[in-house]
């Protein structure tokens, strides 16, 4: 799977096959069967393996820090992994709750990551559909940022780092304040 998704890091994702990684492993295509079940297969095991090594990464990032801090660390951590590993990232972006409803393994791995999310989102003292919603939040900053990144989407010459940070207090400023957003919108 470590080589499927490096092939994956390295070409693209959609690039992915069965050949090519046979090819890159020295052996023919059909013995690869003994290993995944086919294409569908062979992205299944590295969305899951993407996402547990995304789990790990916000768990160890989140560890002894809450609020701004560890909201921070988060997003920085996630924002590095879809740099280091773009392929595998990729194969993670889907919802597996979709794809693999009755999935264990999904759940777990899944859960993890969610609950990292959630734990520091707690801090603001966010529960709920509110923490829920603060959570597709913190996704879609970090997913947008991170992914418009590596597609070299950032064509002005202006420091990534320092507009990623203005991006997060902007957020964090945000789940700070919705409290006196919500007192003032009733």
Avoid: C, W
Wanted: neutral net charge; aromatic residues 8%; hydrophobic residues 40%.
């Amino acid at each position: 799977m470590e080589a499927a998704a490096i092939l994956a890091d390295e070409e693209d994702l959609e690039a992915l096959s069965l050949s090519a990684l046979a090819s890159r492993l020295g052996i023919r295509t059909p013995s690869l069967y003994n290993h995944v079940e086919g294409l569908e297969g062979l992205r299944r095991e590295l969305a899951l393996l993407g996402i547990r090594e995304l789990g790990r990464r916000l768990g160890r990032a989140a560890i002894g820090k809450t609020t701004d801090e560890a909201t921070f660390a988060i997003a920085r951590a996630y924002r590095e992994f879809v740099k280091e590993r773009p392929g595998l990232y990729a194969a993670t972006v889907r919802s597996s709750r979709l794809s693999y409803p009755e999935d264990p393994a999904f759940q777990a791995a899944e859960g993890e990551v969610f609950e990292t999310v959630l734990a520091v989102l707690a801090s603001y003292g966010l529960r709920g559909d509110e923490a829920l919603h603060a959570t597709r939040g913190f996704r879609s900053t970090v997913h947008g940022f991170a992914t418009l990144e590596v597609a070299g989407g950032f064509g002005i010459p202006l420091d990534l780092d320092e507009s990623f940070e203005r991006l997060l207090r902007t957020f964090v400023t945000g789940l700070r304040g919705r409290k006196t957003n919500v007192k003032r919108s009733v």
